[in-house]
């Protein structure tokens, strides 16, 4: 991989009109943004010390306006939570000299673990094999802090938390989040969440009430559909093309609400997943994001962007024959390639995002954080105080040595690049078999720019049994005579935002994350073949030497 | 130590009236049980495997009576939840030769982590001490249950799980709960839970409505009234003595319970912490409990037992100056020794038991697990699958590693009595301090005989501003000189069940889990030197050599 070189980050405009330097605006490399790091109060690194964002951020906000506060939209539920009544002791406990005997926290001296350490790659010699061979081994003590050999140790990370975590990763992601997104107000905070199916739970209890609908993309992650029924909510689903929601539909949808036929409330939430969306594989471009963006000004909808799958955005797609486009030559050319997100151009602080090391880590983390205005954050906050409390130590600590202390930000953009060219190597893979094996006259699809599904239509008015059967009975033939061949791919009927409206599509979705090449080719080819049968159309490539 | 002898659990009669014997009446060596273990299907370990509680219980239940249907109680929200609809999809996957494209789950290839390794104490030398000279690294591989070398790595650990949590760790928390509560009806059944604070939450979600009353003691936890407040859900507090709940005053309150001065329904949850209750440390006896578990079939009250102490349950106190009672001299002994649990007496099926880690292994573990009838249990897993997924894949791996493969049930047993033993010097110790210091004629307590809290009474009719100030002020003023003099406790009324109660009682809550012993000492000097200036009462020890 290329050495990284300077990010190129506009700089920056303060109140009075003067240009200042930009603090990110030098190169990033290994490690070196410690270097211009704020200085840090070190009674934050302690047990469930409590930490706030503001202390971790680089660059100057002072300029940016003010984010829109929404009391008109807050849950009674969420305006209830006063946080922990026993934290109003904390603020005795900076007084020299104090003994307290007053938080219920174990002593970590009966913590059974005298030290943790993980096997890591170096940062360029990423592959599973290289880190076999060349993988380093770095390890965090108990006493690591109390000893003054890192900022984090076991005695901190295995005890009680705060709900936003621990100051040590939440100033990791706040300084990520800076870098990538620079937002476009100036009370932005960060906390960090158990993933983001919890934040979306935890999103919707504070920002809906029963009865209300939701505006989201016609198909959808069906887990937030299942989570938001039970709190009786349900999806309003926007039609689509290929670059996710229509913001024409969207603007007409939201004109013309009728609350009697809609039995609801108009809505005031967009949950969308902009990149690589489940189930669609659809990216939204920035230009179909800012039109998105000026109707929810419009219409005041509040967004929670839902981003798992954002730093999955893959090299451009050039066919079976064509070269490969050039991986991004330094980390500057690797985020500007980033089609920019909401939070980027949120002047109202309107958007609450999700993001999550599931998909660039590892789902077992369970850590993800959430980023908008201070008002929502400060709730989240006490919401999960509350509940779900902080990410696991065990975590955080992993996740921490591996991203600050060993890779740091520089080395942790190079993962990046990694994950997108390999994930990039897979897409390419399923796409020349979707090419080779399918029945263009039956199957078409998109190459998917980024996440992990590709989104394939099947023409149901071909099927000869169309239409004495619904799309429904057609769509679970095909599935049956897939898993039949040795395949299984999801039916896009499992993804319907509402599954009361009528549809008159019908898709089927497969993944190109979980198996190795050439099981997806097989797979593929098994697909091809049922669907052949099921459309009684003939031909189609036969696999070499299976 | 002593080495663990057999555990005299009693046979088991079947439902023909013929004694069987018992499968965990044996003793119990270090990992014995695993060769009596069930034989396990294999198919379990993998990634995102379903997992069954009732595939790792040893003895049968056949014989015992069923759990009650609780769904008179049970919310719209928590029926509405259908669970997971792409799991529809599972079933398909047993097909010999299979090629998944279904799940979005990432491939292992893309977790940056090779090995994991923690350095843990050898079972009977437990000591922080003994660890760093003796401890042992295990180590987790990447491929492990591929290769064949262990049941559990992290490919499998560290990606998606679900809502019920692994297989392998699942078995461990069930195995544990049938031996040392051994349930009285037939279908209970575990799951894993992201700590009792979230299972609490989702308890409440599950059984109760805005505006509902629960029944707990009148100073309770003051995160679950936390937790209940913004769900419209409030605590009707029981008075309570050294004992914890009274059943007569409980029974009395609810059968005179008058819809409109109380303004709720008769309440139908119970929320108590049985064993070392926060605030009070109360421990309810074991004929407590069968009285309240009377009172709770007589009005047909489900029971949540939130227990983080019971395994702090210490050795009987004995004074300053009479010798220690032995340490149990068996694990049978140990077992014994400990106040049976309301899932042990349960015959209706109407206790939630909430256990976890956080204060006998780590709180940053953040791993608990849930004890209840089948119904219960299959709506809490399908309500982590759409909200907290189950706990970090991470924590999971390293408490199962230590837990199941190195110390065994065994080896843990050996370790909840080293906790029992360490805890019973810290509660000397801060009783100690009490004897020496503090006024009898102002401050009274009982030796708590189980978890992390003394809990004082003080006469505030003593003080010499009662009663033109009311409790509160007298509260506070202590409050803030003790702080004065170098020392932090927890005022009482901070822990009201419901601060609109009347309340005539005065208390601080002091923890002997956090501080060292000298530490703890010294803050009890400081507390008694606020209090006689307080309540103008001379006299008292002075500190030895400080």
């Avoid at 107000?185 to 960090?192: I, K, M, V």
């Avoid at 992993?398 to 897979?426: C, P």
């Avoid at 078409?444 to 099947?458: D, V």
Wanted: proline residues 6%; charged residues 20%; glycine residues 6%.
């Amino acid at each position: 991989m290329a050495p990284p070189s300077a990010i190129d980050v506009e700089a920056v405009t303060d109140t009075t009109g003067v240009t200042i330097p930009d603090p990110l605006s030098a190169p990033i490399k290994s490690n070196d943004i410690f270097g211009r790091r704020r200085k840090a109060d070190k009674s934050q690194w302690v047990i469930a010390a409590p930490a706030d964002t503001v202390n971790f951020r680089h660059r100057s906000y002072d300029h940016k306006p003010k984010a829109k506060r929404w009391d008109h939209i807050i849950t009674h539920e969420a305006q209830t939570r006063k946080g922990n009544s026993l934290k109003k002791a904390a603020k005795y406990l900076g007084k020299p000299g104090l003994i307290t005997l007053g938080g219920g926290i174990p002593s970590s001296e009966f913590f059974p673990f005298e030290e943790l350490s993980i096997k890591v790659p170096r940062v360029g010699h990423f592959s599973e094999a290289e880190t076999r061979e060349s993988g380093v081994v770095i390890t965090a003590g108990k006493h690591d802090l109390a000893e003054d050999k890192s900022i984090f140790d076991i005695s901190t990370a295995f005890n009680y938390g705060q709900g936003a975590g621990s100051a040590q990763l939440l100033r990791y992601v706040t300084e990520h989040t800076e870098l990538v997104h620079n937002p476009a107000y100036q009370d932005w905070r960060c906390t960090l969440s158990i993933g983001s199916t919890s934040a979306l739970d935890m999103a919707l209890r504070m920002l809906s009430r029963p009865g209300d609908m939701i505006i989201s993309e016609e198909y959808t992650f069906s887990a937030a559909v299942e989570t938001a029924i039970p709190l009786g909510v349900r999806m309003a689903g926007i039609p689509m093309d290929a670059q996710g929601l229509l913001p024409d539909a969207m603007d007409q949808i939201l004109s013309t609400w009728d609350v009697q036929t809609k039995g609801a409330r108009k809505p005031h939430l967009l949950y969308t997943v902009p990149t690589g969306q489940n189930p669609t594989g659809a990216t939204q471009s920035h230009s179909r994001r800012r039109a998105i963006y000026a109707v929810c000004q419009k219409h005041d909808i509040y967004i929670i962007e839902d981003e798992p799958y954002y730093f999955l955005q893959m090299q451009p797609y050039t066919g079976p024959n064509a070269p490969d486009v050039p991986p991004p030559a330094s980390h500057a050319e690797f985020l500007q390639s980033l089609v920019p997100s909401y939070l980027s151009m949120d002047v109202d602080g309107r958007v609450m995002r999700l993001d999550s090391f599931s998909k660039v880590l590892a789902p077992g983390s369970r850590i993800g954080w959430v980023t908008a205005s201070q008002q929502l954050i400060e709730m989240y906050k006490k919401h999960a105080d509350v509940s779900t409390q902080c990410p696991a130590g065990t975590s955080q600590l992993i996740v921490w040595k591996l991203l600050d202390e060993f890779w740091g930000h520089s080395g942790y953009l190079d993962w990046l690049i990694h994950i997108r060219l390999s994930y990039t190597q897979r897409r390419d893979a399923i796409l020349a078999a979707c090419e080779r094996y399918l029945p263009r006259e039956v199957v078409s699809w998109q190459p998917p720019m980024a996440g992990m599904f590709h989104w394939m239509k099947i023409d149901f008015r071909k099927h000869p049994q169309y239409p004495e059967r619904s799309i429904e009975e057609i769509e679970e033939s095909i599935f049956l005579s897939v898993i039949e061949h040795g395949a299984l791919v999801m039916r896009g009927s499992w993804f319907y935002a509402d599954a009361q409206d009528a549809h008159d599509t019908l898709f089927f979705r497969a993944t190109y994350a979980a198996a190795p090449k050439e099981k997806i080719d097989e797979a593929i080819h098994r697909f091809s073949v049922a669907v052949r049968e099921e459309f009684s159309v003939n031909g189609g490539a036969v696999r070499n030497g299976h």
